[in-house]
């Protein structure tokens, strides 16, 4: 799996973007970076996933650098309840490791009114 | 995507009495199921992948006699903690994947076991 770097905490005005970042320099040509979120004592929420083009969906948006070695994930108007914490995960690609995710310590993003 | 329910939302028990978890898929036909565990301010961690009809595989260092895992049909997914002990105490997450992405995971609601 590639090891993935996230910033221990981040804060965000409600209402403004939320531009979360995540480090991935040792991913390989064929591994997604996805994206999930832990509300807390909650089950974790996929939102988003991506390879090497930029990515959105109802959620988020992700810009993933050319080279691939990293990646942010894009809040565009957080709102309270998008407090939670963020994982930025790189699976291996193939079946061998179908559902193996491997969740860091992620990211806790605290949106403040 | 994928519904996914479990059952209980929490549960205290008795130290050594045995305590079951359910997931259950409810718009999906799952073959294959994985349940996580997170222990307090820690992160997820995988236990072990459930398959219907055939023996769960556990991760390294899940005891295999001590967390059951029954996956007898497609939408539902049993995680049995026997003998429990208060280091068991531990948030128990199960997930589904649809298959048409490998890193792409619904989840449950969890499940909070504390043993007294």
């Known amino acids: 799996d590639a090891k993935t770097t996230q910033p221990t905490s981040m804060d965000c005005a409600e209402g403004r973007a939320a531009n979360l970042p995540c480090n991935h320099s040792?991913?390989?040509?064929?591994?997604?970076v996805y994206w999930y979120r832990q509300i807390h004592s909650q089950g974790p929420q996929y939102i988003i996933h991506?390879?090497?083009n930029n990515e959105t969906n109802e959620m988020a948006s992700l810009i993933i650098t050319e080279d691939r070695k990293s990646s942010t994930l894009i809040l565009p108007h957080a709102t309270l309840r998008d407090t939670a914490v963020y994982y930025c995960?790189?699976?291996?690609?193939?079946?061998?490791?179908?559902?193996?995710?491997?969740f860091g310590q992620g990211t806790i993003l605290t949106v403040h009114p | 995507g994928a519904v996914v329910s479990q059952h209980p939302s929490w549960v205290i028990c008795k130290s050594g009495t045995s305590v079951k978890i359910e997931c259950r898929s409810l718009?999906?036909?799952?073959?294959?199921m994985f349940w996580y565990r997170q222990f307090p301010k820690q992160s997820l961690m995988l236990m072990a992948t459930?398959?219907?009809?055939?023996?769960?595989?556990?991760e390294q260092g899940v005891e295999k006699d001590k967390f059951l895992i029954n996956h007898a049909s497609l939408t539902l997914s049993t995680l049995t903690v026997t003998s429990a002990h208060p280091e068991d105490s531990s948030f128990y997450i199960c997930?589904?994947?649809?298959?048409?992405?490998?890193?792409?995971?619904?989840f449950g609601e969890g499940s909070r076991l504390t043993v007294l």
């Open positions: 991506g390879l090497k």
């Open positions: 040792t991913i390989s040509g064929n591994e997604y």
């Open positions: 459930s398959n219907e009809g055939s023996k769960a595989t556990y």
């Open positions: 997930s589904v994947g649809t298959g048409t992405n490998t890193g792409e995971l619904f």
């Open positions: 718009d999906f036909q799952a073959t294959t």
């Open positions: 995960i790189g699976p291996s690609a193939g079946g061998t490791s179908y559902g193996k995710l491997t």
